[in-house]
């Protein structure tokens, strides 16, 4: 046995290179064949990428390239995002929340929950209104009159056009909003002694039979007639109020007629038999036709200082254009079909254009779907926090002071806000808050919660850029 283990030693010493290239040899041939099936797979991926050059992404995913585009998107959604957590920390019970940037959505609570909205119903009344009716349609208000033989003025009437900022000048100079783009009835005035008329021998008559003749919302409280809102009509000048006079009349187009005869007056052109309402009799002449500003204009006045009366005639003016009859009713019908056409309708119920009827409803989600449709037009028609309308006094102090665009909504046991948040070159940010609970509308507690909100949407910025990342 050792002998044979000794033999076999010596044959494996004698012949070392042999076992060398025989080891070597196999080991190659296992390296060429595979390196000729993998070159082989090279060649067919190369002709698959080919193929499918004009679908492959620009920029791969881990490109260096991608890099800064990702670092902006994280670097401003999380300035905005690390503080939400302190805003739905202080929600009530009763609220929805919803806060979207950049394609994300940043916060959702209760999004289709149905809440009082308030006056955040104005949103949904204008953004139909500039759909139904057009941002450049212009409200007429007509001055005809008819003649005595002798060609002197008999009669003359003021035919409303359902101009909801037609306004006396006295009149803006006490509210606590002042009116803005408005038709200003002292322009009425000089354009009526302008084609003159230097005296009148009959009436200044009022004409409102563009609309129904309700002139209140069924739905309101009795407290709320003529101090919130109405009596309305197709013919309302300064909300129906006449100056000197410290309780509302109950016919706006009186009242309107009466303004205007105490305007001619002041200018030297008398009216004989006073101010009247009635309609427009055969074999009348148009003096002129008086506009106002574009419907956007209107629509700005009317969210900005959230003017009630503005919002339920606009709403007539839905109702006309959609049903041929200006009502309530045909508005809220029409809204509510436009509401479908947008998929933004659930969980909706609308009464009037103002928000002033607690049986309204609106979701933060049907709030987002129209903010989101709106958002190239609205924010340039709201308040602006810490400077302009309802959101003069709120918000200041805060990163979204002077930035922040929004409505607001109060009612008993209700406050609502809703707006955007412009970035320079990108999107806005876009929220609804809605709150429902008793005090609510208090100052001590719904501010803590609208600063904290306002802090956190706030802090949404166009920088850093993609450009300022790059390497």
């Given at each position: ?12 010493a ?11 040899g ?5 390296l ?22 004009p ?16 670092l902006?998107?994280?670097t ?6 690390s ?14 929340l919803n806060i979207?940037w ?17 006056s ?20 007429e ?33 006490t ?12 322009e009425?005035?000089?354009r ?24 209140y ?21 300064s ?10 009349p ?26 009247a ?10 003096l002129?036709v008086?506009?106002?500003?574009p ?8 969210l ?7 919002a339920?005639l ?14 309530t ?34 979701t ?13 037009v609205?924010?340039?028609l ?18 979204a ?11 008993s046991?209700?406050?609502?806000l809703?707006?955007?948040?412009p ?19 208090n100052?001590?507690a ?11 949407v ?8 993609p450009g300022?990342?790059?390497p």
């Amino acid at each position: 046995m050792r002998v044979g283990q000794q033999t076999e030693r010596r044959r494996r010493a004698g012949n070392p290179l042999r076992f060398v290239l025989t080891v070597g040899g196999a080991g190659a041939l296992v390296l060429a064949c595979a390196w000729m099936y993998l070159d082989g797979l090279g060649s067919r991926a190369q002709s698959l990428a080919a193929a499918g050059e004009p679908n492959a992404p620009r920029r791969p995913v881990l490109s260096a390239r991608r890099t800064p585009d990702t670092l902006s998107f994280l670097t401003r959604t999380r300035a905005v995002s690390s503080s939400i957590g302190e805003v739905t920390a202080i929600l009530p019970k009763g609220a929805c929340l919803n806060i979207h940037w950049l394609g994300q959505q940043m916060v959702s609570v209760a999004t289709d929950a149905p809440l009082v909205p308030g006056s955040v119903m104005k949103l949904v009344t204008a953004s139909v209104a500039l759909e139904v009716l057009g941002p450049d349609h212009r409200f007429e208000t007509a001055v005809r009159v008819t003649r005595n033989p002798d060609g002197s003025v008999a009669d003359l009437f003021l035919v409303g056009g359902g101009d909801p900022v037609l306004t006396r000048d006295e009149y803006v100079a006490t509210e606590k909003y002042p009116s803005f783009n408005n038709t200003r009835l002292e322009e009425v005035v000089d354009r009526i002694v302008a084609a003159g008329v230097t005296s009148i021998s009959g009436r200044v008559v009022g004409v409102d039979t563009l609309f129904d003749a309700e002139r209140y919302v069924p739905d309101w409280p009795a407290s709320f007639h003529g101090v919130e809102a109405g009596p309305l009509g197709a013919l309302m000048v300064s909300d129906g109020v006449v100056t000197g006079q410290p309780v509302k009349p109950d016919d706006p187009a009186l009242s309107a007629a009466q303004e205007l005869s105490a305007l001619l007056a002041v200018r030297g052109v008398p009216v004989a038999a006073g101010a009247a309402h009635d309609v427009l009799p055969e074999g009348t002449q148009e003096l002129f036709v008086q506009q106002s500003a574009p419907l956007s204009a209107v629509v700005q006045e009317m969210l900005v200082n959230s003017d009630n009366n503005t919002a339920e005639l606009l709403l007539k003016h839905i109702g006309l254009a959609r049903k041929g009859l200006g009502s309530t009713a045909n508005g809220v019908s029409s809204a509510m079909e436009v509401l479908n056409e947008w998929d933004a309708a659930q969980g909706v119920v609308m009464v009037d254009g103002s928000g002033l009827s607690a049986s309204n409803r609106l979701t933060c989600g049907a709030v987002m779907k129209i903010l989101d449709r709106e958002a190239k037009v609205l924010p340039a028609l709201l308040a602006v926090a810490g400077e302009t309308g309802t959101l003069r006094d709120l918000l200041t102090n805060t990163s979204a002071e002077g930035r922040l665009v929004g409505k607001t909504g109060t009612l008993s046991g209700v406050k609502g806000l809703a707006g955007y948040v412009p970035v320079e070159g990108e999107v806005p940010l876009e929220f609804s808050l809605l709150m429902n609970k008793t005090g609510i509308d208090n100052r001590s507690a719904y501010r803590p919660v609208w600063n904290r909100l306002a802090e956190s949407v706030g802090r949404a910025s166009a920088s850093p850029r993609p450009g300022d990342l790059a390497p």
